[in-house]
Every structure is written in structure tokens, then in C-alpha cells.
């Protein structure tokens, strides 16, 4: 019963957390909506690296190829026919002549992003530690060089603009697919034996576990999310360079999942939602702000900013801010029980 | 461009990314951390000697010297110290925070337009034989990289020093049971690093003048990938292995077809992945000889 709980709040909680940020974005002005927007893709996006990351403690550098595949694909299907002849009049027939709704593009994303996962996975599954880290690293040199290049799959060194962008609502329902999805498999048996891998490989092993093929799941699901949350990034801005889909983007969601609890879908979404609220702060704050005191940042010093607080938050608490802990009864009580001394000094 | 060309070509940039191998595998050996903000290091060192462009080359190289090794020092202090005993990939996501932070401190205080660097332009003339062009600063960069590997080895093996950090390096809480102190041989790492990543920085600016805020980046992941694909056991595997990226990608894009030289990357790529999963420990990586780390 208690875990029944358990399970029901720790699934609620990052939702919760999703509808108030869509929340105040719907009712927000138009350009911090954007902002909000932003925040939304990012938690998608790091939701899916968690499904790998997180419950296998192997590190990926590569998952940003998923996500520019999800975003190129969704984003190119979805282009009308006489703008692609127009812009894009070199691409593979199919790819021109195919239009479809942005909802279906979504899925047509996660399923590539879910078969790219599954064909370099087989392979680069087998190693872990930073030989895997730099092999999934070497997956994204390969796919963000030839998106750049090959211009029958794309807009090649320009950028794929002019896509029909979502809303607040759209994006936010997608996050909280992808955090439904990340928990359905965290709590599945292929989830939990995963993890299993992650404390001990060797024990995990003798006890009948196939580590190679848990891995793999993870991949192809933590693949699809990351397609799934490209299409969203693509609807989001309404263009894509794939400059923006490569080091900076896999570092900084990789920072983003570190600094709120790499053992988490809860981490991950706040870790998201933080940094990216964060983010947006110190752009305020460049132009001048009240929070109790008027606080006004030096023009381009918002990242640094940011550097700062992402690497004292590293030094400060390593764990990551939740710990990596999803939220639960027991969790809520002790954090209460934190609380009350000062209520009662209060 | 005949082939004898290429892999002179190649032999000037293996030369380089082995000098930045051997920084980076010295510090993972002691700490077990990746430091992405590496090439940050070698950014700060052009950064001075652009600054210095009017002064004699000596002094310009001293200062640059000077400068990247205490940032190397005051790193360590002040964002890796706090952090030892954390996980591999949090001490690595850190360095990462700390790189993004230190380009764009670069970004605020010098701008995106970049500053150029004077000091020993005149390396980058050629000298011709027969039809081979072989550039001054490609014969710099062999001698100084074996001059400096040569150098490290030295101090690794004939010094206290030296032996302390190796013993760090293949197991780091025997070694300070032992009485090796931490705090001093980790410095000693990152003061060893520094001074190889100026020296880096010296020899990339004869090539490429113009300084920009990540000017350090490309050639340390490079040289990162270099490292684990060499094998991260030993520095000669971490140095071997640099020095066969920086082979690999002037060679190639020497020789591969004009048509499709964009493609050079991707081929790179491909080659890692490809002796990554025949040789996860490394191309290198000798069956058991001793636990020795650097």
C-alpha cells in the first residue's frame, strides 16, 4: 500500500511541477513565454538522458544525435511542400514530398530516434565508463558532420527554418509524456534490473542478468525520448542550426541532470526547470530587476553567472540537489520535519 | 599532395595533441578527472600572448608560462579540491561548469572578435625539399613535444617528487597511508599540466593567431578522445594515443578527396568507434604489466 503511495506521488510530483510552469507560461507575456517554452523542451530532453544515464550509471555524450535527428526529421516533415522544393530542392524524394501533422511528426521522431539508438547501441552497449562516453561522443561528431554536409537528408549549412512552432500546452504535454515514460520504465522489471547493473555488475550478472541487453533497452528508450524531445525542440524555436544541437546542448543538459540528481526522473526535471528558470533570471537581470533589492547585472555576464552557480552547486552537494532521490512519503516527512523547528521559532 | 607530405603534416599535429594528451593524462591519473576546462588553460596562455605581442618573444613566453600555471594551480584550489572522492562524471560535468564559466568570463572581458597573437609568427614559413614543404613550426613542435615527454619523464622517474606522483597515480589512498601528501602531489600534476598546456599554447598561436573564447576547445577534446582511445592507463598509451589523433586527422585531411574533406571529421569519428569497441581499454593497452598509472 505504502509503496502503491509511493509510486503514485513520486510520478505526480515532476507532472505537478510541469503544469505550474505551463501554467504560468500560458498566462505569462509573449516573450517570456518563450522562456517558459525553453524550460519545458529542456526538461524533455534531460528526462530522456536520465533514462539512460540514471538508471544504468553509464554516461552518454551521444544522446544530442538523437535529439537532432528527432528535430531534423520532425521539423523537415512537417515543412510545406512548396517551401521544401523551394529551400530544400536537392533532399531524398520522400523526405520532400512528405508532409505531415506536428503530432505525428513527434512520433515519427521518437521511432527514429529510438531506431538510431538501437542500431549504434548494439554495438557501443558493450563498453562503459569513459570508453563509452567517448564512443557515443564520436555517434554525435558523426551525425552533427553529416547533417551539416549532406544535403539530401537536410538543409545542410544553413538552417532549417520556417517550421510551424507549438504552443506552451503542446510542449508541456509533452514533457509530461516523457516523464510517464521514464517512470513506466523505471518501475518495469527491465527498470529495475537495469539499476540492478548499475549498484554491481558482477552480482547483477551471477544473478542471471543479461547487462548488455538491459543496457540496450534503456538506450532504444532514452532514444526515442530524445527524438521525441527534438521534434518538441524544432516546434519550440521554429528552426534549428545544428550548431544548437551539439556541444553546448549535450553539456549543459548534462549539467542540468547532474546538478538536480542523476538518480532521478524527479532530479532530472528539476535540474532542468532550474537551471533553465536560472538562465532566464540572470537575463532579467541584465536588464535590471526587483527581488526585494534591485539587482542590475553588467551586460553578457549572465553565463558566467551561471557557470558559477552550476559549478558551486557541484562542489557544494556532488548528489545533485534531490539527492537523486524521487519524492515519497517518507521523503516528504523528513523534509517536514526539517521545516517545523523553524515554523514554531517563527 | 603526396603521401610523404601527409604524414609529415601529421607528425607537426600529433606532435601538439600528444603535448596536451600527456596534461590531461597526468591529472586523470592522480584524480581520476577528465578536465574539459583543459583547453581553457591553453586559451588563458594565448589570451597573455596576444597581450604581449610588443615584448621580446622571451618575455612573452615566460609570462604566458607563468600565467597558465598558476590558473592551473588556483583551478585545482579552488573547483577540484573541494571535489575529491566525488563520482568521475560529476568531477567531470564540473570541469565542465568551470570551462563554460571561463569562456564567457574570456567573452566578457575580450570580446567574440578575438585577439591576434604576434610572437614567433615568422615559424609559420616553410622550407622546401624537392617538392615536400615542411613548415618551421612543425619541426618546433616535434623537438619541444620530445623535449618536454622527455622532460616529464625524467621528472616522473628521477625525482621524489616525481615518485610520489606515481605512486599516487596506481593507488592513491596506499600512497598517502605512506606518507605522500595529497595536496602537494595533486598541485604538482596540475603545475606539471599547466606548464604543458602553455606550451601548447605557444605553439597553436604560431598556427592559428587569431584568439578567440574557445580557442582551447577543439584541440583538447580532440586530444581527450586521443587519451582514452590510446588507453588511460599509462601516460605513454594517453600520449601515444594523441599523438595518433592529431596523425589521423592532418593525414586524412591531406588525403581525402576535396569533394569530400568536409567529411573528415566523421571519418575520425569512425575510426575511434571502431578501435574503441576491438580495444575498449585502448589501442595500446598491454595484458597486466604492473598497475603503474602515469
Not at chain 2, 599554447?201 to 582551447?216: C, K, N
Not at chain 2, 568536409?262 to 604489466?289: C, D, E, H, K, N
Request: proline residues 3%; aromatic residues 8%; positive net charge.
Amino acid at each position: 500500500m505504502r509503496s502503491r503511495l509511493d509510486a503514485a506521488l513520486s510520478v505526480t510530483a515532476p507532472v505537478v511541477l510541469v503544469l505550474a510552469v505551463a501554467l504560468l507560461g500560458s498566462n505569462a507575456g509573449a516573450v517570456r513565454q518563450l522562456e517558459f517554452n525553453d524550460a519545458l523542451v529542456n526538461a524533455a530532453i534531460v528526462v530522456g538522458l536520465y533514462v539512460f544515464i540514471g538508471n544504468s550509471g553509464v554516461l552518454s555524450f551521444g544522446h544530442m544525435s538523437f535529439v537532432a535527428i528527432g528535430a531534423y526529421l520532425s521539423g523537415i516533415l512537417t515543412l510545406g511542400a512548396e517551401q521544401k522544393n523551394f529551400v530544400l530542392p536537392q533532399m531524398f524524394p520522400v523526405l520532400r514530398h512528405t508532409h505531415v501533422s506536428t503530432v505525428s511528426s513527434l512520433g515519427l521522431a521518437a521511432l527514429a530516434g529510438g531506431i538510431f539508438a538501437l542500431l549504434t547501441g548494439i554495438a557501443l552497449m558493450r563498453l562503459s565508463g569513459l570508453p563509452a562516453g567517448i564512443a557515443t561522443f564520436a555517434v554525435l561528431g558523426i551525425t552533427a558532420n553529416i547533417i551539416s554536409y549532406w544535403e539530401k537528408i537536410g538543409p545542410g549549412v544553413t538552417a532549417l527554418a520556417l517550421v510551424p512552432e507549438s504552443g506552451t500546452w503542446t510542449l508541456a504535454t509533452g514533457a509530461m509524456i516523457a516523464i510517464v515514460v521514464a517512470f513506466a520504465y523505471q518501475r518495469s522489471r527491465f527498470g529495475r534490473r537495469l539499476r540492478a547493473t548499475r549498484e554491481d555488475p558482477r552480482a547483477a550478472e551471477a544473478s542471471g542478468i543479461h547487462v548488455h541487453r538491459e543496457r540496450l533497452v534503456a538506450f532504444v528508450i532514452s532514444g526515442a525520448l530524445a527524438g521525441f524531445a527534438g521534434g518538441l525542440l524544432v516546434h519550440e524555436l521554429g528552426s534549428i542550426t545544428v550548431a544548437q544541437v551539439y556541444l553546448e546542448l549535450t553539456f549543459i543538459t548534462l549539467a542540468m541532470l547532474v546538478i538536480g540528481g542523476v538518480q532521478s526522473v524527479w532530479g532530472a526535471v528539476v535540474g532542468a526547470l532550474l537551471i533553465s528558470g536560472l538562465n532566464s533570471f540572470l537575463n532579467d537581470a541584465e536588464q535590471g530587476v526587483h527581488v526585494g533589492v534591485y539587482v542590475h547585472l553588467p551586460t553578457g555576464s549572465r553565463l558566467v553567472a551561471l557557470g558559477v552557480l552550476m559549478a558551486l552547486v557541484l562542489i557544494l552537494r556532488p548528489s545533485g540537489l534531490t539527492g537523486g532521490r524521487e519524492v515519497t512519503l517518507g521523503g516528504l516527512r523528513r523534509a517536514g520535519r526539517l521545516w517545523r523547528p523553524e515554523r514554531s521559532a517563527g | 599532395v603526396t603521401w610523404l607530405q601527409s604524414i609529415i603534416d601529421g607528425i607537426g599535429l600529433g606532435a601538439e595533441y600528444a603535448v596536451v594528451a600527456v596534461g590531461i593524462g597526468l591529472v586523470f591519473g592522480v584524480m581520476r578527472l577528465v578536465n574539459l576546462a583543459y583547453g581553457e588553460l591553453i586559451t588563458a596562455g594565448a589570451y597573455t600572448l596576444a597581450f604581449t605581442s610588443g615584448q621580446p618573444a622571451v618575455v612573452a613566453i615566460l609570462a604566458c608560462f607563468g600565467v597558465v600555471i598558476l590558473g592551473a594551480l588556483v583551478m585545482e584550489r579552488v573547483a577540484f579540491r573541494p571535489l575529491r572522492g566525488a563520482t568521475p562524471a560529476t568531477m567531470l560535468v564540473a570541469s565542465f561548469a568551470i570551462s563554460f564559466l571561463l569562456q564567457n568570463v574570456y567573452l566578457l572581458a575580450f570580446g567574440s572578435r578575438g585577439s591576434t597573437v604576434g610572437t614567433l609568427g615568422g615559424l609559420n614559413t616553410a622550407i622546401a625539399i624537392g617538392t615536400l614543404r615542411i613548415r618551421w613550426i612543425s619541426l618546433v613542435s616535434v623537438i619541444v613535444g620530445a623535449v618536454l615527454l622527455a622532460g616529464v619523464t625524467l621528472v616522473l622517474d628521477r625525482t621524489a617528487m616525481g615518485l610520489h606522483l606515481r605512486a599516487a597515480s596506481a593507488d592513491f589512498r596506499t600512497a598517502r597511508l605512506l606518507g605522500v601528501r595529497a595536496n602537494r602531489v595533486i598541485a604538482f600534476s596540475f603545475a606539471i599540466s599547466g606548464a604543458l598546456a602553455a606550451a601548447v599554447s605557444v605553439l597553436l598561436t604560431v598556427q592559428s593567431p587569431l584568439v578567440t573564447p574557445d580557442f582551447g576547445v577543439s584541440v583538447t577534446i580532440f586530444a581527450l578522445i586521443g587519451v582514452v582511445v590510446g588507453g588511460l592507463d599509462r601516460l605513454w598509451t594517453a600520449t601515444a594515443g594523441g599523438f595518433l589523433i592529431g596523425f589521423a586527422t592532418a593525414f586524412f585531411g591531406d588525403e581525402l578527396p576535396s569533394a569530400s574533406s568536409v567529411y573528415l571529421p566523421s571519418v575520425v569519428y569512425g575510426l575511434v568507434i571502431v578501435v574503441l569497441l576491438a580495444r575498449p581499454g585502448g589501442l595500446f593497452a598491454g595484458g597486466g604489466l604492473g598497475a603503474e598509472r602515469v
